[in-house]
Structure formats: structure tokens, C-alpha cells
């Protein structure tokens, strides 16, 4: 008897330093390092007078995040978006085409991150925002004969759950693409065009 309310005793108090240490660890780290390899970027079409066609492409990437306190943090991200067989619709009576594969493509952001009810839980939401870049890759599908950089600015929120120092994390993104005067016909050309992103990720942090 006594033996088994040692072992009960060990267990008990086993399991309290664990439930601490779970506390201690729940939320955010100083450093967060998120994978994504999973997602989808969609962009809407060009107005009517350009005919920029809508597409959609697989996004995949990740990110590098610094916390200065429960509340703020500054996030570097790099992903890609891999184009997918589809139908492109123009608007501009232009017929529709039909398993093409739109380019590929890579983009780089520099971002702020706000916390607004702290970090410090497991169940984190945010909401973030920042500019960067787009490289788009020349394919021979769409008429995209050269490799194109634009200006991008991007807003967005989600939300990260925390499991210790591992955790998961879902992420909704709106960018605005700058046009340029000698971007190809197929994008960019005229106007500002606007994507929407989604992904789930795993993060891991460290240097609380």
C-alpha cells in the first residue's frame, strides 16, 4: 500500500511540474520560425478595359518572426506560388482558355505583426501588414516572354495556437500588386491588381 501511494505521489507531482512547465511555456517565443506547405494565392481580374485575366496559383513558403514584447513584432517572409493547369477567363470578349498554366512566381515581404489581446496564451490572434515584392516568371503558356518584378503591399490577420513551443497557424493575406507601363498583357500592365492568400503552417519557437 505504501509503495502505491508513493508511485500515486511521484505521479501527482510528475504531472504538476509538466501542467508549470506547459504554463510557463504557452504562447509565443521571442523567435518563431513558420513553414507553410500548404496554401492557395488567387488573383482577381483586371478591369474591362485591359482584360487581365483571373488565376489562381499553389502557394507554398515561410517566415521569420521576432517579438519585442506581448504585443508587437516584425515578420520576414518569403513563399511561391506554383502555377497550376486552369481555365483562364478574360473580360474582355476574349474566349475563354482552357489548361494553361499561368506563371510562376516568388514574393518577399517585410511585415509588422500587432497582437491585440497579447501573446502570451496559446490561442494568439493578429493581424499584420507590410510591402515587399513579386517576382513573376516567364512561361510561354500566357504570353509572359519575360521575368517581371512588381511592388506589393500586403494586409492580412490570423491566428496561431500554441502547443509549447511547437504550434500551428493560419494566415489570410490581401495584396495589391503595382502596375507597370511594360509589364506583359497578361498582368500588371495597366492597372493595380489584388490577390488573396490563405495558408496553414507549423511554427516552432525559440530564446524566450
Known amino acids: 500500500m505504501g509503495r502505491w501511494l508513493a508511485a500515486l505521489v511521484v505521479a501527482a507531482v510528475a504531472f504538476g511540474v509538466s501542467t508549470a512547465s506547459a504554463q510557463e511555456t504557452a504562447g509565443a517565443s521571442r523567435w518563431e520560425v513558420t513553414g507553410f506547405p500548404g496554401g492557395g494565392i488567387l488573383f482577381t481580374e483586371g478591369s474591362d478595359n485591359t482584360g487581365e485575366p483571373d488565376f489562381g496559383n499553389y502557394a507554398l513558403g515561410g517566415s521569420l518572426t521576432y517579438n519585442f514584447n506581448s504585443y508587437w513584432g516584425v515578420e520576414g517572409e518569403f513563399g511561391a506560388g506554383i502555377g497550376i493547369d486552369q481555365r483562364l477567363n478574360f473580360n474582355d470578349g476574349r474566349p475563354s482558355v482552357g489548361d494553361v498554366s499561368p506563371p510562376d512566381m516568388i514574393a518577399y515581404n517585410g511585415n509588422a505583426v500587432f497582437y491585440p489581446f497579447k501573446n502570451d496564451r496559446k490561442f494568439v490572434p493578429y493581424v499584420t501588414g ?60 495597366a492597372d493595380t491588381r489584388y490577390g488573396h492568400r490563405i495558408y496553414g503552417g507549423l511554427l516552432f519557437g525559440f530564446g524566450r
Request: charged share 25%; net charge negative; no cysteine.
Open 130 to 189: 507590410g510591402i515587399g515584392g513579386l517576382t513573376m516568371y516567364s512561361t510561354d503558356d500566357v504570353a509572359f516572354s519575360d521575368d517581371e518584378t512588381f511592388f506589393t503591399g500586403n494586409t492580412g490577420a490570423g491566428v496561431k495556437w500554441y502547443f509549447g513551443r511547437w504550434g500551428v497557424r493560419g494566415d489570410y493575406r490581401f495584396f495589391a500588386v503595382s502596375s507597370k507601363d511594360d509589364a506583359p498583357a497578361f498582368f500588371g500592365r
